[in-house]
């Protein structure tokens, strides 16, 4: 003999309902704890209680409404075992989904936070080799300036004025990582204006800059360590006129720069390694590129070279993509 209507349908919106607010206090479980590999058996007696509890609900709610209704107590008493199995599942599987969904929405999160976390040390790196030029620079100013006040007041008021344009040129970049080469060419133009004062006459430079080079982007503030570093190791330890070359090109969408200084190979310390100028435009491309390759320096005869290849940003952005996807 079958259930009627009233009956089955007593049945089910008590049971469903009541397996609806299990699922549910499983889920809210998931969603503020995951088990770890060792808590999985923790989770497992869980559920078996859980579903024990649903049980014995549901026979409590169902006889409140079904007491007297034989057929439905016959029908319960015949298959209790396949209602608990069925439950079980139910509440088994739907452990699974909550685990799995937030399992990975906790992974998500996990990853957001490292990249971030990333990010943040790697600006904060790049600031503080940013700001470890402008001391470096203005040091060697303000000795040049001292030293030319008592002979050269005028040459002194004039270089004062340029290093004045120049840090007011380099506070507008402070903010901003990537320029055009033109920007970056007007600022080592101020640069090396400065630095003709200091040494005068012994001071030459060549700039020559391809016009599909002048399109492109550099890291800011790039340019000057670059030949900071080829007229210390150019004028410091030779006499006579120096001259620098800067050669700017483009070369299979990178931007190629190329410094030439002469050295003296017995008495210059160029030939021994890079200073902090080129360490820190070799630690800034590395940052902001991901790459140690990018800054090479060679020496012919007594020509000292410092080559930079500068992926464009675009670029930049796939190349990090990349390394982080690995």
């Not at 937030?102 to 936070?113: L, M, R």
């Not at 976390?117 to 001391?135: F, G, I, N, S, V």
Request: glycine share 4%; proline share 3%.
């Amino acid at each position: 003999m079958g259930l009627d209507w009233f009956s089955a349908l007593t049945d089910s919106i008590v049971s469903n309902t009541l397996l609806i607010y299990v699922s549910m206090l499983l889920i809210t479980i998931f969603r503020f704890h995951l088990p770890t590999k060792q808590g999985f058996f923790n989770l497992f007696i869980w559920i078996v209680l859980l579903t024990i509890g649903w049980f014995f609900i549901n026979e409590w709610v169902t006889n409140f409404f079904l007491k007297d209704n034989h057929a439905y107590q016959s029908l319960m008493k015949n298959t209790w075992p396949l209602r608990i199995a069925t439950a079980f599942l139910i509440n088994g599987c739907v452990s699974l989904i909550g685990y799995a969904y937030y399992n990975w929405k906790e992974h998500n999160e996990a990853e957001k936070q490292r990249t971030e976390a990333e990010k943040l040390t790697r600006d904060a790196e790049l600031y503080k080799l940013r700001q470890q030029l402008q001391p470096h620079f203005l040091f060697n100013s303000l000795n040049s300036i001292n030293a030319l006040i008592g002979s050269r007041p005028a040459e002194a008021r004039s270089m004062v004025q340029q290093l004045s344009e120049f840090l007011r040129t380099t506070l507008k970049k402070e903010e901003q990582q990537w320029v055009k080469l033109e920007e970056e060419i007007h600022s080592l133009q101020l640069y090396l204006d400065i630095e003709k004062v200091r040494f005068g006459n012994r001071l030459e430079t060549h700039i020559e800059i391809n016009a599909d080079a002048m399109k492109l982007q550099l890291p800011a503030l790039l340019l000057q360590p670059l030949v900071e570093n080829a007229i210390k190791f150019g004028l410091y330890d030779i006499t006579g006129e120096t001259l620098i070359k800067l050669k700017a090109d483009a070369e299979n969408d990178q931007l190629v720069i190329t410094v030439e200084n002469p050295f003296d190979a017995e008495t210059s310390s160029a030939q021994k390694g890079t200073g902090f100028g080129l360490n820190s435009v070799r630690r800034r491309l590395f940052l902001l590129c991901g790459r140690n390759d990018l800054l090479q320096t060679e020496a012919k005869e007594n020509i000292f070279i410092t080559k930079v290849l500068i992926p464009q940003p675009m670029e930049v952005q796939k190349l990090l993509t990349t390394e982080h996807q690995l």
